[in-house]
């Protein structure tokens, strides 16, 4: 077993205590068994699945913070409780996204709503996935100085996220296709909004609070290069739609498909002569191979991929300029910010 899979597995089996206080939580209000035993389905089918990287990123953030190897059995559990809390806030998310997107599979299973039995059922899961986050957090951290903190930053970066969401979904409808709707501003706001805040700043600004180390200008610090850090990844995650392997992805690219909002149709629209402009309104977002090719094929006739290559290093230098910059004077750490850069750059999948 690698070092990663144990890492893993020991946060994966700190979930259980937790299912175990949300159920404990549920018999005081006698609610039915069946009712008990749905919860339960529903809170593992849709957080344990992922790569939980999010909920991981809390602990590594916090042992770097505070300079320990290993933490205590309790200062292990506060700060899975709040990792386990943003995979709950990321199930709340994915559960309602599969149903606004009539998805079919998510992590290799069916989507929760196709579940059988499930159905129309899955908003309210969906809902309860949300309202779980807080049971956790009252329950391990209503005693803590910054138990007031944690509840607005999570109330914050929800409606972050689903105002990224929102921008998203009236820009880029799935049946009905217009690119004069689209541009890299727009798309700069849904990336840093419906990702970078619960997926980069949301992890370390929690560590950062348990670890004592959260006055205004380290927050901001963080801030600063976390939801760049976020934008460079999504764009990352477009380049790799289209131009990365799918065995080793393990998914195949669906944004021409699915008439996403992505950098790459943006880029390409700022390039496109009037012929190629009217390429991509005839083929982009359409449910049909041959239209996905052409759209491919005028990315690599406009080398939409040495676009790509060249944003990267540009973007990676500005990032590393802007943590060279981190004042560590009053606790916060350049090391936090460099271990979240090393995992992105340049990867593969």
């Known amino acids: 077993m690698t070092d990663k899979t144990a890492i893993k597995d020991k946060f994966i089996k700190a979930f259980d205590p937790m299912v175990n206080d949300l159920l404990d939580v549920l018999k005081q209000y006698n609610i039915s068994p069946e009712a008990t035993e749905w919860f339960k389905i529903n809170l593992y089918h849709?957080?344990?699945?992922?790569?939980?990287?999010?909920?991981?990123?809390?602990?590594?953030?916090?042992?770097?913070?505070?300079?320990k190897e290993e933490l205590t059995e309790e200062e292990y559990m506060k700060a899975a409780v709040l990792g386990w809390s943003i995979e709950l806030l990321q199930g709340f998310f994915l559960v309602a996204d599969d149903i606004m997107d009539a998805s079919k599979t998510r992590r290799g299973q069916p989507c929760w709503y196709l579940v059988p039995k499930v159905g129309m059922i899955a908003i309210n899961d969906a809902f309860m996935l949300e309202t779980a986050i807080y049971v956790l957090l009252k329950k391990h951290f209503k005693g803590e100085s910054y138990y007031v903190d944690l509840l607005e930053l999570f109330h914050e970066v929800t409606f972050q996220t689903e105002l990224g969401q929102l921008l998203d979904l009236?820009?880029?409808?799935?049946?009905?296709?217009?690119?004069?709707?689209?541009?890299?501003?727009?798309?700069?706001?849904?990336?840093?909004?419906?990702?970078?805040?619960?997926?980069?700043?949301?992890?370390?600004?929690?560590?950062?609070?348990?670890?004592?180390?959260?006055?205004?200008?380290?927050?901001?610090?963080?801030?600063?290069?976390?939801?760049?850090?976020?934008?460079?990844?999504?764009?990352?995650?477009?380049?790799?739609?289209?131009?990365?392997?799918?065995?080793?992805?393990?998914?195949?690219?669906?944004?021409?498909?699915?008439?996403?909002?992505?950098?790459?149709?943006?880029?390409?629209?700022?390039?496109?002569?009037?012929?190629?402009?009217?390429?991509?309104?005839?083929?982009?977002?359409?449910?049909?191979?041959e239209c996905e090719a052409k759209v491919k094929a005028l990315y690599k006739?406009?080398?939409?991929?040495?676009?790509?290559?060249?944003?990267?290093?540009?973007?990676?230098?500005?990032?590393?300029?802007?943590?060279?910059?981190?004042?560590?004077?009053?606790?916060?750490?350049?090391?936090?910010?460099?271990?979240?850069l090393s995992k992105i750059y340049k990867r593969a999948k």
């Open 170 to 289: 009236i820009t880029a409808p799935e049946d009905e296709i217009d690119l004069s709707k689209f541009s890299l501003q727009k798309h700069s706001f849904i990336v840093i909004y419906k990702t970078a805040y619960y997926s980069f700043y949301l992890p370390v600004a929690l560590a950062m609070y348990m670890a004592g180390v959260s006055s205004e200008a380290d927050l901001k610090q963080a801030h600063d290069v976390l939801i760049p850090l976020g934008e460079y990844f999504q764009i990352q995650d477009d380049y790799l739609d289209c131009y990365g392997d799918p065995e080793f992805i393990g998914k195949i690219g669906t944004d021409i498909l699915d008439n996403k909002c992505s950098w790459l149709v943006n880029t390409a629209l700022k390039k496109v002569t009037a012929e190629q402009r009217k390429v991509l309104d005839d083929n982009y977002g359409q449910k049909n191979n």
């Open 301 to 340: 006739d406009l080398e939409l991929e040495k676009d790509y290559l060249a944003y990267e290093e540009d973007v990676v230098g500005r990032i590393k300029q802007l943590i060279e910059d981190v004042d560590e004077s009053r606790g916060f750490k350049r090391e936090v910010l460099t271990a979240f």
């Open 46 to 67: 849709n957080t344990v699945g992922g790569k939980l990287n999010r909920g991981l990123s809390v602990i590594d953030t916090y042992q770097i913070l505070t300079g």
